[in-house]
């Protein structure tokens, strides 16, 4: 959204966006259409929401539009090569990362998982490799000891949108050189699995709590834990690092300070299964957690 607003507002004629179909959601589950589709609908545009590009109908309809250029962001569906290859200055992509670490599906939460200290946001032209095209633009910034993944993106996209647009103004101008990926420091960012997202206190403090911040909001790391009702899935959305030792995943104090492998990590934000997210004070009002409480155990 912040990328099509600002394409907009440089002046750049839109000749069509693409996004997903809309969703059945809500009481009666009455069909809405993505953020993207409704505000190009407030814009005026014509949407197109197709279940593949990969049919000669598809690969047609964009032909007939005639761009000069595609922009694709967070789109989420492979374009075939002759989509690629339509328009006359090819498909230019904003990827949250800094290429070529963390190509693929989840870059953002991959380098805050991976305890990253900088990322950035690329503008790369599309290939039909994964995130393999030569960059034109880059530009880094440094990651918040404590941000979330939810943070990072809403900073990359608005600094996104802003390169975005500067790289297409170049591009007009014939002034956007693309600059072929170093051959090293390849890494690929996986989309986040389930069994993943399940935190396991044996590991360091640091890197738990990097697993917790780099899974919130979305999907949100979770533990299995009994409190009292039988074993139920709790996620954690926001931690800190604290001083403490102790057997893993057992209770500190009567604060939620819970040991790990390495040093404590003091949860601050939680979510019950079907319940809303709330400040670890709130959560200890609907449970009785005293110290030395085991909160996880490894799996046997």
Not at 124 to 141: H, I, R, S
Not at 235 to 262: F, H, M, S, W, Y
């Amino acid at each position: 959204m912040p990328t099509l607003a600002e394409i907009v507002g440089q002046g750049h004629e839109v000749v069509a966006v693409y996004t997903r179909a809309p969703a059945r959601r809500g009481r009666g589950l009455a069909e809405q259409p993505s953020p993207v589709h409704a505000m190009a609908d407030r814009f005026g545009f014509p949407v197109f929401t197709p279940a593949t590009l990969r049919d000669a109908e598809a690969a047609e309809t964009f032909r007939s539009l005639s761009a000069d250029v595609a922009v694709v962001v967070a789109y989420g569906m492979i374009l075939p090569q002759d989509i690629l290859d339509a328009p006359e200055l090819g498909a230019i992509n904003l990827h949250a990362s800094l290429l070529p670490r963390w190509r693929g599906a989840a870059p953002i939460q991959r380098a805050i998982m991976a305890g990253d200290t900088e990322t950035g946001v690329a503008v790369m032209k599309m290939e039909a490799g994964l995130d393999t095209g030569p960059v034109g633009m880059l530009e880094c910034v440094a990651i918040g000891a404590d941000e979330t993944s939810g943070e990072l993106h809403d900073r990359l996209s608005r600094l996104g949108a802003d390169l975005l647009a500067r790289a297409l103004a170049a591009l007009s101008r014939g002034a956007l050189a693309f600059t072929p990926q170093a051959a090293e420091g390849v890494t690929y960012a996986s989309k986040i699995t389930n069994e993943e997202a399940q935190v396991d206190f044996s590991w360091p403090a640091q890197q738990v709590h990097n697993h917790v911040r780099g899974l919130s909001p979305f999907p949100g790391a979770f533990v299995l834990t009994d409190l009292g009702k039988g074993e139920e899935r709790v996620k954690i959305l926001r931690t800190a690092r604290v001083d403490g030792n102790g057997e893993p995943g057992t209770l500190l104090d009567d604060q939620l300070t819970v040991a790990c492998g390495e040093g404590a990590v003091r949860l601050l934000q939680l979510q019950r299964a079907g319940k809303a997210a709330v400040t670890a004070a709130d959560f200890l009002n609907g449970v009785r957690l005293e110290k030395g409480v085991r909160l996880w155990k490894p799996a046997e």
